[in-house]
């Protein structure tokens, strides 16, 4: 994918995928290449698969992240706020997920959900600051 060879790249995920039909990863790559060609619905769809493998696996909530960040993307390039807006929600805790959440509320004149959200954000970016950082 980093030289810009994506359908050669969605030949060799398909591939990957049908000799281990459990791998997260093969699924999530073969999303990244299809949705690196404009094949929207068909990452969308390896995006859920992913999605469903990293769950069963137990793998980490950031793979899980991931998934439906790259999904609630393509719901927006799709113009499908509604089903953005769940993707984004599935995503929990991921930052760029919660920005796009915050970007929706404020497209659709939702701005007590956005600023409910934005100071959810800023209060844990404080905590975190204040336990990590080496001046405190």
Not at 26 to 52: C, E, H, M, P, T
Not at 96 to 117: G, M, T, V
Request: a positive charge.
């Amino acid at each position: 994918l980093v030289f810009g060879r994506f359908a050669e790249a969605e030949m060799c995920c398909e591939q990957a995928a049908t000799l281990a039909p459990d791998s997260y990863r093969a699924f999530y790559w073969w999303g990244l290449s299809l949705n690196q060609q404009g094949k929207i619905a068909d990452a969308i769809n390896r995006f859920q698969q992913a999605a469903v493998l990293a769950k069963e696996q137990s793998r980490s909530s950031r793979d899980i992240s991931l998934c439906w960040y790259a999904i609630g993307r393509n719901r927006l390039r799709e113009e499908n706020v509604a089903d953005a807006e769940t993707a984004f929600r599935k995503s929990g805790n991921f930052i760029p997920a919660r920005h796009q959440l915050i970007r929706i509320f404020l497209r659709s004149n939702r701005p007590q959900e956005a600023l409910a959200l934005r100071s959810e954000e800023r209060r844990v970016g404080k905590e975190c600051r204040s336990r990590w950082s080496p001046y405190h």
